[in-house]
């Protein structure tokens, strides 16, 4: 069963930065396509950055150049680091891994960023 569990969420001043963990020990995602979604207060879910399994990574125009998603598969880790953040990257950070063409989410992290 995937069992993602994020880390790495907090408050940060505009400018800052933060990474961004996702893991899970019960399963070997190597083979899986992963990604980070975030949601806003009062906002959709929009897709942030994907990871297919060879390490390819695609990401949302708004985060592009701010962003880089990386995984180890060593680890059963994805990542995502965040640089020069702004408020408007504020939300709630989640991972997910398809699975046999299933979505599956982790629990989410905040992140704030303050002005």
């Known amino acids: 069963q995937v069992h993602l569990v994020e880390s790495g969420g907090g408050l940060v001043q505009a400018g800052g930065s933060l990474r961004l963990s996702c893991s899970d020990s019960?399963?070997?995602?190597?083979?899986?396509?992963m990604g980070w979604s975030r949601q806003a207060a009062g906002k959709r879910r929009e897709l942030v950055a994907h990871i297919a399994s060879d390490g390819r990574t695609d990401y949302t125009d708004s985060v592009k150049g701010r962003f880089t998603a990386s995984r180890d598969n060593d680890k059963n880790t994805v990542y995502l680091q965040m640089n020069s953040l702004k408020p408007e990257d504020t939300a709630v950070y989640s991972c997910?891994?398809?699975?046999?063409?299933?979505?599956?989410w982790g629990q989410g992290t905040q992140v704030t960023v303050s002005s």
């Open positions: 019960w399963r070997d995602f190597s083979i899986y396509a």
């Open positions: 997910y891994a398809i699975v046999s063409g299933t979505p599956y």
